[in-house]
């Protein structure tokens, strides 16, 4: 029940698409959303309503090439002083630093379009990415971002991992230091063009070892296959 309870809450808290790149500040557990097209961050008042905000600096050019419908992620940095903020199917990386009202990009990566709806999250104050799908396939590789090359770098896993790692219920857990991976949605062909099926198995990512272990099948009174949530 553990492990169901910690999935069921990253799943509810995986994706907002806005307009705009989008948070949670943590001091005011308020929301704050930064619009690309004016340039404004604005920031939510605990009545609903929204006020704008004073940017420090912003530099046009980390924002060139998105659209107005965006799908974005934010994970608070130790301390909380500092947020993350990621794009569905992008390896960017945007940083707002809470104290200075500063928004910024903090990556050099180009590649797009390979990791849609990948299980992102922070593991020893250190962002991961794992799984997702794109250019017609889905993978399972593992990622992390180095702040300090400002580039995504991929961790060598062992053991049978899953097919896809993308929907379904995936989710980490920092006490035990694993991640797990389930009822992830594939595109077969087994039973006609493109039908989608769904993965009826359930495994564990050690990630002190990077070493896959199959943990069995899925309760089959788990309604996984209707309810993606």
Not at 77 to 92: C, D, E, V, W
């Amino acid at each position: 029940m553990r492990i169901i309870f910690i999935l069921l809450l990253l799943l509810n808290t995986a994706f907002a698409q806005t307009p705009f790149l989008e948070w949670v500040n943590p001091n005011t557990q308020l929301r704050q959303r930064f619009s690309i097209p004016a340039y404004t961050l604005a920031s939510e008042k605990p009545n609903g309503n929204w006020r704008d905000t004073t940017l420090t600096h912003i530099n046009p050019e980390d924002f060139t090439g998105l659209n107005n419908n965006l799908r974005t992620r934010s994970f608070v940095l130790k301390g909380g002083k500092r947020i993350y903020i990621t794009i569905n199917g992008s390896q960017r990386v945007y940083a707002f630093d809470v104290t200075t009202n500063n928004l910024s990009r903090v990556d050099l990566t180009w590649n797009n379009g390979y990791n849609y709806n990948s299980a992102q999250f922070m593991r020893k104050d250190s962002l991961h990415s794992i799984g997702g799908y794109g250019f017609w396939h889905y993978n399972t590789l593992m990622t992390y971002f180095d702040s300090n090359r400002k580039e995504w770098d991929v961790i060598t896993t062992t053991g049978k991992s899953p097919e896809a790692i993308v929907g379904g219920y995936q989710g980490f857990d920092a006490q035990q230091d694993c991640f797990y991976s389930g009822a992830s949605e594939l595109f077969s062909s087994k039973k006609g063009p493109f039908e989608m099926v769904f993965d009826e198995n359930f495994y564990q990512l050690d990630l002190k070892t990077k070493n896959w272990r199959y943990l069995g099948k899925l309760n089959a009174e788990i309604p996984y296959k209707v309810n993606r949530n």
